[in-house]
């Protein structure tokens, strides 16, 4: 029985306990969730990066609604996080991604992708 490269990536990368969808690419990263020791954990959100220029390293921004009961309405916010980006899912700028709470990578960093999230039009 012959495997395809999808199939060896999936038996080579570990269960998160999460509904996401194993990256396809291996990666030797010692801080991803799929392919080295990090553990998942809490909350997890939706959102989409809004930038990726830093090495390993996305911002991930959220919208969601506020209620103000003193005028009974609704107000727009959005919240941003810093979150880790592993080699294998390398999430570019515009995408929508799954991210999933970890602890502390560095100071600013306790969140990491966990799935790229394709758009469907």
């Known amino acids: 029985m012959t495997l395809s490269n999808k199939q060896r990536a999936k038996i ?7 509904d996401a969808q194993a990256p ?3 990666c030797k990263d010692s801080k991803c969730p799929w392919h080295g020791m990090l553990p998942v954990r809490g909350r997890t959100f939706i ?9 390993k390293t996305a911002m ?7 209620y103000l009961p003193k005028f009974q309405r ?12 592993p080699a294998c899912i390398a999430a ?7 991210i999933a709470e970890c602890r502390p990578l560095s100071n600013t960093k306790s969140f990491v992708v ?3 999230l394709e758009v469907k039009t």
């Open 60 to 66: 991930v921004e959220w919208d969601f609604v506020r």
């Open 12 to 18: 080579k990368s570990r269960n998160i306990g999460l």
């Open 24 to 26: 396809t690419e291996p």
């Open 114 to 116: 966990i799935e790229r």
């Open 74 to 85: 609704y107000e727009r916010r959005h919240s941003h996080v810093v979150a880790y980006n």
């Open 92 to 98: 570019k700028a515009g995408e929508m991604v799954k």
């Open 47 to 55: 959102g989409k990066v809004v930038a990726a220029k830093a090495s």
